[in-house]
């Protein structure tokens, strides 16, 4: 499985952005999807997954209420829509395929990071 990330950029806080994640090679639907992101001088950290089927999502408490995670397995792609950015959410943003869960070693295959700038 091949993922690409897309659709970062700079954005003012209070603003929106939604990035995709379109998979290649094999279809998207055998898998939980998963968006993790990663700040300059900082860990990786979970934001979202979403269930092979689309039915469940999990958040984490940081993004909650402000980001949605959807998928079109018909297109093989996956979408993190975040609304009311903050600046503290200035990162590169990677989705990845695997396993239902926040943890990144349970995830398979990662996309590349797709860089997301919030401005105060």
């Known amino acids: 499985v091949q993922l690409q990330a897309s659709g970062g950029g700079l954005v003012q806080a209070g603003g929106s952005l939604r990035l995709s994640c379109a998979a290649s090679g094999r279809t998207l639907s055998s898998y939980a999807m998963g968006w993790f992101r990663q700040a300059p001088g900082k860990e990786r950290e979970f934001v979202a997954v979403i269930s092979w089927s689309g039915i469940s999502t999990y958040y984490a408490d940081s993004v909650k209420g402000r980001f949605t995670i959807s998928r079109d397995n018909a297109r093989s792609t996956v979408y993190l829509l975040m609304d009311s950015l903050k600046p503290e959410d200035t990162a590169a943003y990677y989705c990845?395929?695997?396993?239902?869960?926040?943890?990144?070693?349970?995830?398979?295959?990662w996309g590349q990071g797709t860089l997301v700038t919030v401005s105060s």
């Open positions: 990845a395929a695997g396993a239902y869960s926040g943890v990144s070693k349970e995830y398979n295959y």
